[in-house]
């Protein structure tokens, strides 16, 4: 039996004994839509991002956790950012032809890739009726888009987007000075967002447990 046979059955035993302890409380387990265990290797492209600096390396890492931490085992290989990968198969586009070559130069049954765009929101201040204190934050609307593409015949196989949204400044300003001052790092709010978009978006790898 090969290793994907054998992660396959243990798979299916494990939803099968949910299914049967839940029987009592009558909760039953829903396998996932896409199953990633039957796939030998999946290749995984740096998202693509309209945002600077390190976000989209921190929301390829967060995407990729999530994905195993929906399915453990499944083997990720990371291939680098877009036009790396394009110039290593001598393609100037991610076409079917360049997913199959993937595929071929670096030994890959699938192919995973995204966009995350994030929108330019202004900032909101307000001021206390007194005119005492000043406070301003911003949100940030993010998208999350990803798909499953299979190097064989370069077809998509599961695709899907989500949205959200998070405050990444809050500060608060007295007359006598600055008071309270959270979320001061972009990069933290950031990370809860991309987080959390990487959570939904990866609900299609994940058992349901569903209450008859």
């Known amino acids: 039996m090969t290793r994907r046979q054998r992660q396959l059955c243990l798979y299916v035993f494990g939803a099968a004994w949910v299914v049967l302890s839940g ?3 009558q909760v039953i387990a829903v ?3 896409v199953n990633l265990g039957i796939y030998e290797r999946i290749g995984m492209i740096e998202l693509v991002s309209s945002a600077e600096g390190d976000l989209p390396q921190l929301a390829t890492q967060k ?3 999530a994905i195993q931490s929906a399915q453990p085992g499944v083997h990720i290989l990371e291939l680098g950012d877009e036009s790396q990968v394009l110039e290593s198969i001598k393609h100037d586009r991610l076409d079917f032809e360049a997913i199959q070559a993937i595929g071929e130069r670096y030994r890959v049954d699938a192919v995973l890739i995204g966009q995350l765009e994030v929108a ?3 900032p909101k201040v307000t001021i206390s009726t007194l ?3 000043m406070s301003a934050q911003v949100d940030v609307e ?3 888009s990803a798909k499953l593409l299979e190097t064989e015949t370069g077809s998509t196989l ?6 959200g949204r998070e405050t990444v400044a809050h500060m608060k300003l007295q007359h006598r000075g600055p008071s309270d001052f959270g979320a001061s790092d972009p990069e933290d709010a950031y990370g809860k967002l991309v987080q959390s978009l990487a959570h939904q978006i990866t609900g299609d790898f994940r058992i349901r447990y ?3």
Do not use: F
Request: net charge positive.
């Open 23 to 25: 029987c009592a409380s």
């Open 31 to 33: 396998a996932p839509r």
């Open 63 to 65: 995407l990729m956790q």
């Open 120 to 122: 330019d929101n202004k």
């Open 131 to 133: 005119l005492k204190s």
């Open 142 to 144: 993010a998208s999350l």
């Open 158 to 163: 599961w695709t899907r987007s989500v949205r």
């Open 210 to 212: 569903e209450r008859l």
